[in-house]
């Protein structure tokens, strides 16, 4: 992920603290060699003797960033920003940390000021949009992303991400559409993981598979490939083969949300409580509010006979998401279990309406297929 490293050259309005020039000059050159540690000694010097300097404390943001270790960043991103409030630069680099260490909310803060006040930094404007898509605010995060493929139609990188945004979305006419007019000569891995997307969106699994067996060949470190290859064996009937390459996955990165959320739900059908447990709890920790998660850990409580805690748990996902017809199934079963009828029935109500309405949407849409029934529909 790109970030703005300051260089010797400073701007207008900065301190010139002449003494801290060599120290600061010594650290540019460390860090651009990748000697990370020794370019945070020197830029640390070099701040003893002008505190105040904002490139200072902003390449030493980014090297704490590069060490990992996001929470020294992010407060040397964040002194330089009272020091010179509107800063795009640092505010940017701040933004890009935040969304590094998974605080989308904050990411997305920061990034739309950069935004706001540098509307043709597209960028910015990229990562604003990943920030959105990662709190779930898809159609923000869709409007961001065409706006930026209006202006640079050729940056492969936003392709991608507005084609995962639109299978994500179920507006899969608009992700097809993108797939045949510019991927139709990609043969990237990244080109194969984001048509891998389109199939499992289409429920076409074994081709998922296929395209993200490519994927993996042609770039074995590709990003979630083994996620969704695991996903998509999921959902094609494969539990073995699912769990292995879950797992596979979670040895490369032991905290992520996705492959502990699907593992945990691949036990929980299986009546592995505890084994489901594990995983979910690690998911939660990672996405503390995902109702994907809380909707699998209200089934957990209901298998271990705690209905209160699984009341509990629906609740939220409801309130997140109005239209999640199993939350609001399981939410009616339980309450019938506790014997609470007025409001089980309440909630079957709602069931019916989300029904009825799915019903009418599943009619539309056939009427629109059998009316463009054998038009041109070339493949990729």
């Known amino acids: 992920m790109l970030i703005l490293l300051w260089s010797v050259e400073l701007s207008g309005g900065q301190s010139q603290a002449k003494t801290a020039e060599s120290d600061f000059a010594r650290g540019v050159e460390l860090q651009q060699k990748g000697e990370l540690l020794e370019a945070e000694e020197a830029y640390k010097a070099a701040l003893q003797k002008a505190p105040q300097r904002v490139d200072i404390l902003s390449n030493l943001g980014l090297v704490y960033g590069q060490l990992g270790d996001y929470n020294l960043a992010i407060q040397c991103f964040q002194k330089a920003l009272k020091i010179e409030p509107h800063q795009q630069r640092v505010r940017f680099n701040l933004g890009v940390t935040y969304l590094q260490s998974r605080k989308f909310s904050s990411a997305e803060k920061e990034l739309a000021q950069v935004v706001s006040n540098q509307p043709s930094n597209y960028l910015a404007r990229h990562l604003l949009a990943l920030s959105l898509l990662k709190l779930g605010r898809i159609q923000e995060g869709i409007s961001q992303l065409e706006t930026v493929h209006q202006a640079d139609s050729g940056n492969r990188d936003v392709v991608y991400t507005l084609i995962s945004a639109y299978v994500k979305s ?177 909630e079957m109500a709602i069931v019916d309406r989300l029904n009825l309405q799915e019903q009418v949407e599943r009619t539309h849409k056939t009427v629109i297929n059998e009316r463009y029934a054998g038009k041109p529909n070339p493949a990729f």
Not at 241 to 259: C, K, M, T, V
Not at 290 to 314: H, I, K, M, T, W
């Open 170 to 346: 179920k507006q899969l006419d608009k992700a097809k559409g993108l797939i045949e007019t510019a991927l139709r000569n990609d043969g990237s891995a990244q080109a194969c993981f984001i048509k891998g997307l389109y199939y499992v969106a289409t429920e076409k699994f074994l081709l998922a598979i296929g395209e993200f067996q490519r994927a993996r060949k042609l770039d074995p470190l590709l990003p979630e490939v083994l996620i969704q290859l695991g996903n998509a064996y999921l959902l094609s009937g494969d539990r073995k083969d699912a769990i292995g390459s879950l797992q596979a996955a979670l040895q490369r990165h032991p905290l992520d949300f996705e492959a502990n959320e699907l593992l945990g739900g691949i036990y929980l059908d299986a009546g592995q409580l505890e084994e489901a447990a594990a995983f979910l709890v690690k998911a939660q920790q990672a996405m503390p509010d995902d109702s994907g998660v809380l909707f699998q850990l209200a089934r957990l409580a209901r298998a271990r006979n705690q209905p209160e805690q699984a009341v509990d748990l629906l609740k939220r996902v409801v309130a997140a998401r109005p239209d999640f017809t199993p939350a609001h199934v399981l939410l009616a079963q339980i309450y019938f279990r506790l014997k609470r009828p007025a409001e089980g029935k309440q």
